[in-house]
């Protein structure tokens, strides 16, 4: 309520008379509102939940539209408007316009890539990623862009939050696989009588092993290369070569992630023995290795030491010595000194002593 301020009447004849003026009540229209047990102003902030409005029209008017005073008006869905409310006293009217702005609705949040995955789900070179997020009232802001570049791992998320104009909150993950590290590779080579053979041992984590793939220069056929093998398997056999000619082969590993490993070994293929390699200087005892011979079913493999104190048939294109050995009847031990070496091929059954070409001999030391 307002009071209008005191009236004077001042005569000409300088006498003046004062009244008091009569207190009357100036029109008004507001509305109230009620959100989580608190009553206050409307106002045109973001209420996060249901609202209830009551209209206060004083003093009681005779004409009013768009409202009903002292009676509860409740919002309870997602709502942005303008309410209005008309009131008329005596001829008199007044019409107050009261933003309203509800949010019962939760906001939503997205975590996105800014790209496709490398490789069969997984990722091997950095990724970035950006939540963003919907909301009725807006969304007033977001985590900003993640970027990972590591460490490799078979399952990890980047997360990010954003939050709407009402004050709620959403979150978002985004779960991925990575690795950017190369399959481990280690080659053997082992050339033989017309033979190029080669094994290999690749490994990959957390990332699965994909496939291998060998590759020769030259290549069949007088082509300049050729790919000669793709696949799981971790040894081939190459007898399309010819003795004496050098073969570049090529091996590539690659895992699921889409690293990939080269290795590059040189084979001439032909009869000889491989290692040790002739007159070396030892102080183990080391495996004899020698070329595949096509078709041989075992080897005689005999050690000299002035005379012959070992002889042995194996099945493989190796033989390891030990420290000690019988031979004859008599105990031998590899004692420092120069030894000399033999190997045959045998084929058949042993039994039928039936031998081919030496594949050659050599000498080492034993320290």
Not at 211 to 236: D, E, F, H, I, N
Not at 238 to 266: E, K, M
Not at 267 to 286: K, M, V
């Amino acid at each position: 309520m307002r009071v209008r301020g005191l009236f004077a009447l001042c005569a000409v004849i300088g006498v003046c008379v004062i009244w008091a003026g009569v207190a009357q009540a100036q029109n008004s229209i507001s509305a109230e509102c009620t959100y989580a047990g608190q009553t206050s102003d409307c106002t045109d902030s973001w209420y996060p939940g249901a609202v209830t409005v009551v209209w206060d029209v004083a003093p009681p008017a005779t004409g009013i539209s768009g409202c009903a005073p002292q009676i509860q008006y409740v919002f309870d869905v997602d709502t942005s408007t303008r309410l209005i409310c008309t009131a008329t006293w005596s001829g008199q009217s007044l019409t107050a316009n009261v933003p309203l702005n509800v949010e019962v609705s939760a906001p939503t949040a997205t975590a996105t890539p800014d790209r496709s995955p490398d490789a069969n789900g997984w990722y091997n070179h950095p990724v970035t990623v950006t939540t963003s997020g919907t909301a009725f009232s807006g969304i007033a802001s977001c985590t900003a862009p993640q970027r990972f570049t590591g460490p490799s791992t078979a399952s990890t998320a980047l997360a990010g939050t954003c939050t709407d104009t009402a004050g709620k909150t959403a979150s978002a993950s985004f779960p991925f696989r990575y690795d950017a590290t190369p399959p481990a590779l280690n080659v053997t080579s082992q050339p033989g009588d017309g033979l190029a053979g080669l094994t290999w041992h690749a490994a990959s984590a957390p990332a699965p092993m994909s496939w291998v793939q060998v590759t020769r220069q030259p290549g069949l056929k007088k082509a300049a290369a050729s790919v000669l093998y793709t696949g799981a398997a971790t040894t081939y056999r190459d007898r399309a070569v010819r003795n004496g000619s050098a073969y570049t082969y090529t091996i590539t590993a690659a895992d699921q992630a889409g690293n990939v490993t080269h290795r590059t070994v040189r084979i001439i293929p032909g009869i000889r023995l491989l290692s040790p390699r002739s007159n070396a200087r030892l102080s183990a005892p080391p495996t004899l290795r020698w070329t595949e011979i096509p078709k041989a079913t075992y080897y005689n493999v005999q050690l000299f030491k002035g005379s012959k104190i070992l002889s042995a048939w194996p099945t493989h294109a190796r033989f390891k010595l030990s420290k000690s050995w019988r031979y004859r009847g008599r105990r031998h031990r590899l004692r420092p000194g120069r030894y000399h070496w033999y190997v045959w091929p045998g084929y058949g059954p042993q039994r039928d002593n039936k031998y081919g070409k030496a594949v050659g001999n050599a000498t080492f030391v034993i320290r």
